[in-house]
C-alpha cells in the first residue's frame, strides 16, 4: 500500500455492497468478513451499516452527518444487487464531492452496466469498478484517493458554476 496521504472517504451504500471488505482492501488488511455494528471512522475512510442507507429516517441524516467528517462522498453498490434504492440527483443535496464504487465486479450474477448506470442517475462524478478480493480496480482507486485535496472555491466562483448548469460547485 502507497504511504501517500489519502483523501477521507465517506462510504455509504446497502448491507453487504462490500463497504467494510473495499475498506480493507484500501488499506491493505486482511479480509475479515464481520457485520459493521456502528460507524467506523478509519483513517481514510469512514464506514458505516448498511441500515444508515437503507433506513429512510437515517440515509440522509447519515449522509449529511458524515459529509462534514470527509473530502467526499463514495456510495457503493454490488455488482450483483438486484435492485437499487438509490435516488437521482443525490450530490444536490451533498457538501461534498459524490463518487461510485462498484463493488463484486466479478460476482456470478454481475450486473456492471445496469449498477453503473444506477450510480450515474444518481449523480455519480466518477465510478470506480473493483474486486476488492483480487484486487483489482483497487490501485487505480487509491491513486484518485490520494490526488490533493482541491483549494475550495469562492462564493464567486460556485455562483458562476451553478449560473451556467454545472454540477462541479
Same mark, same amino acid.
Given at each position: ?11 455509504? !451504500? ?5 463497504? +467494510? ?9 486482511? $479480509?475479515?468478513?464481520?457485520? $459493521? ?10 464506514? +458505516? ?9 437515517? +440515509? ?7 459529509? %462534514? ?13 438486484? %435492485? ?7 450530490? $444536490? ?6 463518487? !461510485?464504487?462498484? $463493488? ?18 444518481? !449523480?455519480?462524478?466518477?465510478? %470506480?469498478?473493483?474486486?476488492?478480493? +483480487?484486487?483489482? !480496480? ?5 491513486? %484518485? ?25
Amino acid at each position: 500500500m502507497a504511504n501517500k496521504p489519502m483523501r477521507k472517504i465517506y462510504l455509504c !451504500g446497502r448491507s453487504e455492497a462490500g463497504k +467494510t471488505t473495499l475498506k480493507q482492501a484500501l488499506k491493505g488488511a486482511d $479480509t475479515s468478513y464481520q457485520k $459493521t455494528q456502528y460507524v467506523d471512522t478509519w483513517d481514510i475512510a469512514i464506514d +458505516t451499516p448498511g441500515e444508515y442507507y437503507e433506513t429512510k429516517s437515517l +440515509t440522509m441524516k447519515a449522509l449529511y452527518c458524515y459529509s %462534514f467528517e470527509c473530502d467526499l462522498e463514495g456510495l457503493v453498490c454490488g455488482a450483483d444487487e438486484p %435492485f437499487t434504492i438509490l435516488v437521482p440527483g443525490l450530490p $444536490t443535496c451533498l457538501n461534498r464531492p459524490l463518487i !461510485g464504487i462498484i $463493488t463484486k465486479i466479478h460476482a456470478p450474477n454481475a450486473n456492471v452496466p445496469m449498477v453503473r448506470q444506477w450510480l450515474t442517475e444518481a !449523480g455519480c462524478s466518477r465510478i %470506480f469498478e473493483v474486486d476488492s478480493i +483480487t484486487g483489482e !480496480g483497487i490501485a487505480e482507486l487509491r491513486a %484518485f484517493l490520494e490526488q490533493p485535496i482541491p483549494e475550495p472555491m469562492t462564493i464567486g466562483e460556485a455562483i458562476a458554476l451553478q449560473s451556467r448548469g454545472l454540477p462541479e460547485w
